[in-house]
């Protein structure tokens, strides 16, 4: 089974930017498309981002121009770039698969947008 572990989540305040990285405990980013997933309290999980094997990306209309995805194949690590953090933007972010069967979640990382 694939472990997943999200860090790189805070405090920061409106406009600031944030880093968040998923590491894999194996080689699965060329096999396998993947994705940045988020959660707000009170609300359903939301794909924000996504990467396929092949490197292609997507984001949601609301991250878009704001979020890049990106991955290390050698390092077993996938990245979120989040700039001009809003509010909105709070949530615990979590990295899996893009589709379903998800690997097992992580605990995620929780990012936190307030002046």
């Known amino acids: 089974q694939v472990q997943l572990v999200e860090s790189g989540g805070g405090l920061v305040q409106p406009g600031g930017s944030l880093r968040l990285s998923c590491v894999a405990s194996?080689?699965?980013?060329?096999?396998?498309?993947m994705g940045w997933y988020r959660q707000a309290p009170g609300k359903q999980r939301e794909l924000v981002a996504t990467?396929?094997?092949?490197?292609?990306?997507n984001y949601a209309d609301s991250v878009k121009g704001r979020f890049t995805i990106s991955r290390d194949n050698a390092k077993k690590t996938m990245y979120l770039q989040i700039d001009s953090l809003k509010p909105e933007d709070t949530a615990v972010y979590h990295c899996?698969?893009?589709?379903?069967?998800?690997?097992?979640w992580g605990q995620g990382t929780q990012v936190t947008v307030s002046s």
């Open positions: 899996n698969r893009q589709n379903i069967p998800y690997f097992s």
């Open positions: 990467i396929s094997s092949g490197g292609s990306t």
């Open positions: 194996r080689s699965i980013f060329s096999t396998y498309g």
